[in-house]
């Protein structure tokens, strides 16, 4: 190993120091306080690295907050796959499926009320292009795909209408995690109420769903 790469290993094993320095400083005290709770330099000293530095790894706070939530969705999002792998295994109802998707992301999102709206907010209208919104857009494309899995497994839905109701049951997601008239709600709270929106989506009449309609191929 040469002086050169040598140094460079070290360069960047101290960043990568750094960086989980500030992850868990934020992580801890956003869980603590929320989101509006803490500043910045809340979170600098907690690392024990200056501002300056902070912002090389995230430019604002809601940055810091997407770094830390995009963690905790991930998981939450393998933890939804994988009991809805095992559901299929058992032989579980479609919607059961469903739901074993669904459970763990809602109650991620629930976990701290006001990081989990904001980090849903930040995600919807802030830029694409930033870093880590795209690392959650791309998490949020992830559950679509596994809703998309989870929906095909009843042969009376083709791909086309469980990509249509895909969406539709994210935008449920989001609107029932993050709107204001909702946020006393418990997480078992707002799984019901999602439940109940989803099984009206799901009933199998066509019509209910509102997509038969709208399908070329069944009109033809």
């Known amino acids: 190993m040469t002086a050169n790469s040598a140094s460079l290993g070290r360069r960047e094993r101290a960043k990568e120091d750094k960086r989980r320095r500030i992850l868990a400083a934020a992580r ?7 989101v509006s709770g803490v500043t910045t330099q809340q979170i600098a000293d907690s690392a024990d690295v ?3 530095t902070l912002f090389l790894y995230a430019s604002t706070k809601a940055e810091l907050l997407i770094m830390v939530q995009n963690e905790k969705f991930a998981t939450a999002i393998d933890d939804g796959l994988s009991a809805a792998q095992a559901a299929e295994r058992e032989g579980a109802a479609m919607q059961e499926v ?7 992301v809602v109650r991620c999102i629930r976990e701290q009320v006001e990081n989990g709206r904001t980090y849903l907010h930040e995600l919807v209208f802030g830029d694409p292009t930033e870093p880590h919104r795209r690392e959650g857009l ?3 494309l992830r559950l679509e795909d596994g809703l ?9 839905i083709t791909s086309a209408e469980a990509s ?5 049951i994210t935008s449920i997601i989001h609107i029932s995690t993050t709107a204001t008239v909702y946020s006393h709600r418990t997480p078992s709270e707002v799984i019901e109420d999602i439940s109940g929106q989803v099984n009206v989506v799901l009933r199998p009449d ?3 769903r509102g997509l038969t309609s709208h399908n070329p191929r069944r009109d033809s």
């Open 28 to 34: 801890e005290l956003f869980a603590e306080h929320g």
């Open 50 to 52: 200056a501002v300056g």
């Open 98 to 104: 469903v739901f074993a998707v669904i459970d763990p």
């Open 138 to 140: 791309s998490l949020s």
């Open 148 to 156: 998309i899995a989870a929906l095909t497994g009843d042969a009376t």
């Open 164 to 168: 249509t109701l895909a969406r539709v």
């Open 206 to 208: 066509p019509l209910h």
